[in-house]
Nanobody, 126 residues
Framework: QLQLVESGGGLVQYGGSLTLSCAAS????????IGWFRQAPGKEREGVLC????????TYADSVKGRFTIARDNAKNTVYLQMNSLKPEDTGRYYC???WGFGCPVVAAPYEFDYWGQGTQVTVSS
């Protein structure tokens, strides 16, 4: 059964760090793109970063440049989102999503991704 399970969220202070994990099962991550999205209350789901099958990165949100990185460990079938210098505006539910393709979609539209995890909550206090 295909699954994406996010973990690692929590409450962190302004300027702190968190590492989110997206563990895949039921398929092998190696050949597919995985994106991270986030959604704050009352706002649309926003693309953050995407990792293509070659390990390259597409940045969707300018606000995370220089602070967030995405990495994959194919041996563990897991993709990570390292978040540093966190700000209150980073608060939201973070989701990983699978695209059944090698490359990341040019547009970070949720409909471009084919399968989603349930998300993990990140709250940054000021």
């Amino acid at each position: 059964q295909l699954q994406l399970v996010e973990s690692g969220g929590g409450l962190v202070q302004y300027g702190g760090s968190l590492t989110l994990s997206c563990a895949a099962s039921g398929f092998t991550l190696d050949d597919y793109a995985i994106g991270w999205f986030r959604q704050a209350p009352g706002k649309e789901r926003e693309g953050v970063l995407c990792s293509n099958s070659a390990g390259g990165t597409t940045t969707y949100a300018d606000s995370v440049k220089g602070r967030f990185t995405i990495a994959r460990d194919n041996a563990k079938n897991t993709v990570y989102l390292q978040m540093n210098s966190l700000k209150p505006e980073d608060t939201g539910r973070y989701y990983c999503a699978l695209d059944w393709g090698f490359g990341c979609p040019v547009v970070a539209a949720p409909y471009e991704f084919d399968y989603w995890g349930q998300g993990t909550q990140v709250t940054v206090s000021s």
